[in-house]
């Protein structure tokens, strides 16, 4: 095992409920596991809301209920009033189809704090493409509720090769719907987006005219609306301080109760990632070898191990680690100082020469019967 | 964006302001966002209900800690909340 027990353990802060994995949109860089129709369990109520307690008893505050769609669990208000009446701040993160009225009201009342509604791009015919499903006009209109309803509201729009030319029509359409947030979310590459990628990652010429224009946006809005921007890490030189380092901040827990340090988690091999139907969340979060994996950084390997910034960015990304080196105790490729970033140099590269060429493989999108290939 | 001396200070509906016993402190929760906050300005932002001009907050919470001298400190940090948005005047 990697890491050795308790090494300066804190707390949770962020609990990740993923309710369910079923979803009516088809994103082709959806962040669920590709073999996620392996696993069609779903905790019940008594079980969300016993992980709720314990997760908020050792100090959670920041809840997500994700997916998939988590509009489809119908227990979603029992689960939101549990939440309020445990003093979680309640996010709802949904594509916002099938989102009403009323169901709208139903979660206010219950005490949803947020919702962080989805959309795939500023026209119908790019939204309705990605997303597989025809929503955009549906998520106008949701939109347009949530604000009526006086909820704060995060747009989120994952950016990729396929819309960051629609970047200034993008900006303008979160400001005519009213909001608070926009989430600039770069594409991160793991699990449908990974496989993807040829398709999907922009070009560095690319990226710079959109984070341009998105700054000068930024200042133009200011006082109104606030912008996250998510960087796309593979045009950095250091890698991201992922999950703000492991297990010492975010707590995923999938639609089965499997466990996770990151939502990624499940595609690393031999960590026996434990569910919540075994253990208790303190169980999970102090004791088990999955969360005390990465702790620390005795698990590092050079460059890492005597690097300057290893408590900066943690060596970065586990996942990102083991999808390109093969090796998960491995330094982030993306980092400069790693002897593998050449493998994220060339996947630049392959993705320019998809561009350019025109001919890009089509995209698979996030379906359950293309996950049942894997 | 300044205070004016002139309106009701509130606090923003679209922020929570909550004790956590787990950090013992006060905190202010937002869309998958959390700011810790110090003893003080918790004490000030809690007297933002809506009901009390700049000047009322301080001199209650020049009563309550019996000092005087708070009203720039106190004018500072609500600057800095409305540029948050933590706090608003209508």
Redo the contacts between chains.
């Keep these: 095992m990697a890491g050795s027990n308790k090494i300066n353990i804190t707390?949770p802060?962020w609990l990740l409920a993923e309710l369910s994995y079923k979803c009516p949109l088809q994103c082709p860089y959806c962040s669920n596991p590709l073999d996620y129709a392996k696993y069609p369990d779903e905790l019940s109520t008594d079980d969300w809301k016993r992980v709720l307690s314990q997760a908020r008893k050792?100090?959670a505050?920041?809840l997500?209920f994700s997916g998939g769609e988590p509009l489809t669990r119908q227990d979603l208000s029992e689960l939101v009033r549990h939440a309020r009446e445990l003093?979680y701040?309640s996010?709802l993160i949904t594509s916002g189809y099938g989102l009403t009225e009323d169901r709208i009201i139903e979660l206010k009342q219950a005490g949803l704090?947020?919702i962080?509604i989805s959309i795939q791009a500023s026209t119908q015919e790019l939204n309705d493409h990605l997303a597989g499903t025809e929503t955009y006009q549906r998520k106008q209109d949701v939109a347009h509720l949530i604000k009526k309803h006086?909820y704060?509201m995060?747009l989120c729009v994952v950016i990729h090769r396929e819309n960051i030319h629609q970047m200034p029509q993008i900006l303008e359409m979160a400001e005519n719907l009213g909001a608070?947030?926009l989430e600039l979310a770069n594409t991160q590459y793991y699990g449908w987006a990974h496989l993807n990628r040829d398709a999907l990652l922009p070009t560095r010429e690319q990226f710079i005219e959109a984070e341009k224009i998105a700054q000068a946006f930024k200042e133009k809005v200011a006082?109104k609306m606030?912008i996250y921007y998510v960087v796309p890490d593979f045009h950095e030189d250091r890698p991201k301080a992922c999950m703000n380092g492991w297990g010492t901040t975010f707590l995923t827990i999938a639609p089965d109760g499997t466990a996770l340090p990151c939502h990624s988690a499940r595609e690393l091999p031999g960590l026996d990632c434990p569910n919540v139907k075994d253990f208790s969340i303190e169980e999970i979060w102090n004791e088990s070898k999955t969360f005390n994996f990465f702790r620390g950084t005795e698990w590092m390997q050079e460059p890492c191990r005597s690097c300057d910034e290893k408590l900066k960015d943690f060596g970065g990304c586990r996942c990102q680690a083991f999808l390109f080196n093969g090796d998960m105790y491995s330094t982030d490729p993306v980092c400069s100082k790693s002897p593998e970033r050449h493998r994220i140099d060339a996947a630049i590269a392959s993705a320019r020469e998809s561009a350019l060429s025109g001919d890009a493989k089509p995209l698979v999108f996030r379906n359950s019967k293309n996950s049942k290939q894997f | 964006?300044t205070i004016n001396p002139d309106q009701l200070i509130q606090f923003s509906?679209?922020h929570?302001l909550?004790w956590?016993e787990?950090?013992q402190k006060y905190?202010i929760?937002?869309?998958?966002?959390?700011v810790e906050l110090n003893q003080s300005s918790a004490e000030i932002l809690k007297l933002c209900d809506g009901s009390r001009l700049l000047s009322q907050i301080v001199s209650e919470l020049e009563e309550k800690f019996a000092t005087s001298g708070l009203t720039n400190d106190i004018t500072n940090f609500l600057n800095v909340a409305a540029?948050n948005?933590w706090i608003q005047q209508n």
């Design positions: 707390p802060r050792m100090g505050v920041q997500g003093g701040y996010n704090d947020h962080q006086g704060p995060v608070d947030y006082g606030k | 964006m509906p679209l929570r909550q956590e787990a950090q905190v929760l937002y869309p998958e966002g959390m540029q948005g």
